[in-house]
């Protein structure tokens, strides 16, 4: 129950802290300094139950949702806008794994009593919308390259987390998460290969 209480607390500070913002605010920003309140003014001494996470392994948990609702829309962009089958099928098998893995870093997040941004940062919802700019094969090659570069990124991350996290269950998260972020950068990887070997033919050809 406390738990609860404390969860809700930080879900209606999380709220004031976006109405305040002027222009539009980061989610994820705000997302952590929640969190980072309430770790500096939890974990009482001699309570293991009430410990709560550090604010690396809540940072690690706050990125990660950012990132997987950032894979799923441009996975639904990829499969919605793209004309090439490959990469729509790309995109609607990363909307489908990330579905089912954001599922289990929700329920973690809940019990470790950490609270998640409603949406992407500030940068990757830039990233988003110059990508819905593009079209043709311009798109595609904009897509699978920025889907390579992420989960290169994410691999550093969660193998990190793997190793470091303090947190049994984050780092257990973290290093069963491995397997699934190779297999989509290597299917991305792959893509990327023949996409590059395309001839572009808005570009002229050399006379």
Do not use: W
Request: net charge positive.
């Amino acid at each position: 129950m406390k738990k609860l209480l404390r969860l809700y607390s930080g879900l209606i500070l999380l709220s004031l802290l976006l109405s305040c913002n002027s222009g539009a605010p980061d989610s994820v920003k705000s997302a952590k300094e929640v969190n980072a309140k309430r770790i500096d003014t939890e974990a009482p001494p001699g309570d293991s139950l009430t410990v709560p996470l550090s604010k690396d392994d809540a940072d690690f948990l706050v990125n990660t949702a950012s990132d997987k609702m950032l894979g799923k829309q441009l996975g639904q962009m990829a499969v919605d806008k793209s004309s090439n089958q490959k990469v729509k099928d790309l995109g609607a098998m990363i909307v489908k794994d990330l579905g089912e893995t954001e599922e289990k870093l929700k329920e973690l997040a809940t019990k470790k009593n950490v609270i998640l941004p409603a949406d992407v940062s500030n940068k990757e919802q830039k990233q988003k919308e110059d990508l819905m700019r593009k079209t043709g094969i311009e798109f595609d090659r904009s897509y699978i390259d920025i889907t390579v570069n992420d989960y290169n990124k994410d691999i550093k991350d969660y193998g990190r987390a793997a190793k470091y996290a303090t947190d049994p269950e984050v780092k257990s998260f973290a290093s069963n998460s491995l397997a699934l972020l190779y297999t989509h950068l290597d299917s991305a990887r792959n893509l990327q290969k023949v996409m590059k070997k395309k001839i572009d033919i808005s570009t002229a050809l050399p006379k």
